[in-house]
């Protein structure tokens, strides 16, 4: 996602200023680490019910970012087609 779009979605958005850091830090980590990465970093990082907070928080984004723009691909879906996409280059050995 790109930076401007969520900055301004947030602007606009109505959020408290630490609701909109808050949206801000979870849509960055998981576009850094997808899904799947944010849970690990969330249980190495946090513990108890601040895990359950953080789940909360998630589930807001999944709820809010939808409301962006309709042209905007799900951001997990969106990563795992690229990553479908990625092919390695491996240089060719010559003889």
Do not use: H
């Not at 408290?16 to 949206?23: P, T, Y």
């Not at 589930?59 to 479908?84: C, S, W």
């Amino acid at each position: 996602m790109e930076e401007n779009v969520l900055r301004a979605y947030l602007d606009r958005s109505g959020l408290s200023i630490k609701k909109q850091e808050k949206l801000y830090y979870w849509v960055r980590m998981t576009t850094n680490f997808g899904i799947s990465g944010t849970w690990e970093q969330i249980k190495v990082k946090y513990s108890g019910g601040s895990i359950a907070t953080c789940k909360k928080e998630i589930a807001l984004i999944l709820t809010e970012l939808p409301k962006i723009d309709g042209t905007l691909p799900n951001l997990v879906q969106f990563l795992r087609e690229e990553l479908e996409k990625f092919e390695i280059i491996k240089p060719k050995r010559s003889y």
